[in-house]
């Protein structure tokens, strides 16, 4: 069964990068057959998708935030990873990752992790 | 891109069906067949309900249905029941490789 995991730091400053990694078990991010993505859910609010990547390393990410944007993938630990630079208080949110996005064909989010709350403070 | 537009909350008697809306603010949005819809309890992980407007995943309670008509998709649960309490989002896939989500509505079992 798929599983996914996020990691990373809880607290970030104003203005310094925020940064998370998806661990993946039970199934493997180099197979080619999905692309992996990046949502979040700020305090009180909906869904908002940030972005994907493929195995090969090629992303798309919301144009809201595609400046700030970047992620990338390590396929030999079975992981992605994304960071999010020159945080404010609106990046406070519940990161969450998933398998999903298009892969030559645009693919539900099927698998989610459980979510890490990331809070922007100084 | 803007979200879709859902209702904010739904609500309905034990066994009762209940319908969520999904409106795009313009028609290229849910222009593809490629909408999906998420439930949410608070504090777990979402869970794909629906894909690709009318699919449920293995596993889905056949009570959980989807349809599109023009920019709109809708979301049906038939026989309502307690454990169906939660936060729904639809989502699309969009013509420039992105995908976005809808604002959320709130189903609430009376």
């Known amino acids: 069964q798929l599983r996914l995991q996020e990691a990373g730091s809880g607290l970030v400053k104003p203005s310094q990068t925020l940064s998370l990694t998806c661990a993946v078990s039970?199934?493997?991010?180099?197979?080619?057959?999905?692309?992996w993505s990046w949502i979040r859910q700020p305090p009180g609010m909906g869904l908002e998708w940030i972005g994907y990547?493929?195995?090969?390393?090629?992303?798309y990410s919301n144009p809201s935030l595609k400046s700030r944007v970047s992620m990338s993938v390590d396929m030999s630990q079975n992981q992605f990873s994304l960071k999010l630079t020159s945080v404010t208080a609106a990046d406070t949110a519940v990161y969450y990752c998933a398998r999903g996005g298009y892969n030559g064909y645009p693919l539900p989010f099927d698998s989610w992790g459980q979510g890490t709350l990331v809070t922007v403070s100084s | 891109q803007s979200a879709l537009t859902q209702p904010a909350t739904v609500s309905g008697s034990p066994g009762q069906s209940i319908t969520i809306s999904c409106t795009g603010a313009?028609?290229?949005?849910?222009?593809?067949?490629?909408v999906s819809w998420y439930q949410h309890h608070p504090g777990k992980a979402p869970k794909l309900m629906i894909y690709?407007?009318?699919n449920r995943p293995s596993g889905v309670s056949n009570r959980f249905s989807g349809s599109k008509s023009g920019n709109t998709a809708s979301l049906t649960i038939s026989g309502l029941q307690a454990e169906d309490e939660a936060d729904y989002y639809c989502s699309s896939y969009t013509p420039s490789n992105t995908y976005v989500f809808g604002t959320g509505t709130t189903v609430t079992v009376l």
């Open positions: 690709d407007v009318t």
């Open positions: 990547i493929y195995y090969s390393g090629s992303t």
């Open positions: 039970g199934g493997s991010i180099s197979s080619g057959d999905y692309s």
């Open positions: 313009s028609s290229d949005v849910i222009y593809f067949d490629y």
